[in-house]
């Protein structure tokens, strides 16, 4: 598992369907030594700390491995590291391996994995099509937020290495299948498990908290 981009990016403001919006989802790559702070990377900053940003998304990855599958629906010159807003661009580091607590060495620092993207608008904004998010959404490849249990600094091509896996099976994957599932089809047994998951965020595990007392009542 490799770090493959490092990239950062300041708020700024832009126009998107008639109105200002302050985004800092338009990121640069850059081959510098980046320093890891508990709640961001040095050189970005989120503009919107309602839904972006704190303890449980400080870093967000998202695998290369599902560029090739963007690539009918992205132009080119938009599908190039950080396209999805991602801070770092990774080589096999996929959602459906990665467990919900497995903990990483990324350059000196050690990162956790808590949970997937809920994207929002913006990431039609930075690929300049407002239906990407729904399109995002249906593909389920939501990419990895990552909470900071070691500061330090990386850049890319830094290794990516396990180092204390999670006590539980319960996969990133498996969070963004049963969390976007038809209520119908809901599993009870799956979400019984999952807001049982220590490092799960708390207002995410709210949520499943209430999907499952939705689905046991049937």
Known sequence: MQILSVNIGLPQ?????????????????TTDLVAVHPEHLAGYGQADLRVHGGPDKAVYSYPTEHYGYWAPYIPAALL???????????????????????????????????????????????LNDEHLVKRFLEARRS???????????????DALTLVQPATHAVTIQQVVE?????????????????????????????????????????
């Open 13 to 29: 403001q832009y126009t998107w369907r008639g109105k200002s919006i302050e985004t800092s989802i338009f990121k640069a790559p």
């Open 143 to 157: 990419g990895i937020y990552f909470r900071v249990v070691q500061t330090g600094t990386l850049r890319a091509g």
């Open 178 to 218: 049963a969390y976007y599932a038809h209520a119908s089809e809901k599993d009870a047994a799956l979400l019984r498990t999952i807001v049982e998951v220590r490092e799960l965020p708390t207002s995410l595990k709210s949520q499943f908290r209430t999907m499952l007392a939705a689905t046991e009542l049937g």
């Open 80 to 126: 190039t590291p950080g396209a999805f807003g991602e801070n770092l661009t990774t080589q096999g580091l996929l959602e459906s391996e990665v467990r919900v607590g497995d903990c990483f060495r990324a350059g000196t620092a050690v990162l956790i994995a808590v949970q997937p993207r809920m994207p929002c608008f913006k990431l039609g904004l930075r």
